[in-house]
């Protein structure tokens, strides 16, 4: 739920690994056509609308949502929302701040990223990889 940078990002990472069986929400009618030509399974959705709850039928072939929304307090609305509608599978969210960590666990979720703790590490790894010496 997402399909800002991290979102996409996430998208293919997944898709690498998994195949097609990946689908990407996004609130955003005008980035769905961009999206969908870069190959991404993509529908309209805003998770933070209860209007979107209300018509989202979760199978229980739907085993880990990823929550990349850029607002913490729209990932912990979609998490309540997800358990509500008897979702069992993995949740994993992303973070800003480290003060919103404990929120997103006392939720129950399974895993969270925080975004700037790991682009800092990502930043390093690219140009140590980069300005090696050949």
Do not use: C
Not at 1 to 17: D, H, P, S, T, V
Not at 60 to 74: C, D, E, F, T, W
């Amino acid at each position: 739920l997402g399909m800002g940078r991290i979102g996409q990002g996430a998208y293919f990472e997944l898709e690498n690994k998994y195949g097609t069986v990946i689908l990407g929400v996004e609130n955003d009618s005008d980035k769905l056509p961009t999206l969908r030509a870069q190959g991404m399974n993509v529908i309209e959705g805003d998770a933070t609308d209860t209007d979107f709850w209300d018509k989202v039928l979760l199978s229980n072939q739907v085993n880990l949502v990823l929550l990349a929304m850029p607002h913490h307090s729209g990932n912990l609305y979609a998490i309540e929302k997800l358990r509500s509608h008897g979702f069992a599978g993995k949740i994993a969210a992303i973070v800003r701040f480290e003060d919103d960590i404990a929120s997103l666990k006392e939720q129950g979720v399974d895993a969270v990223f925080n975004v700037y703790d790991e682009a800092g590490s990502g930043f390093a790894r690219h140009v140590i990889k980069r300005l090696q010496p050949r």
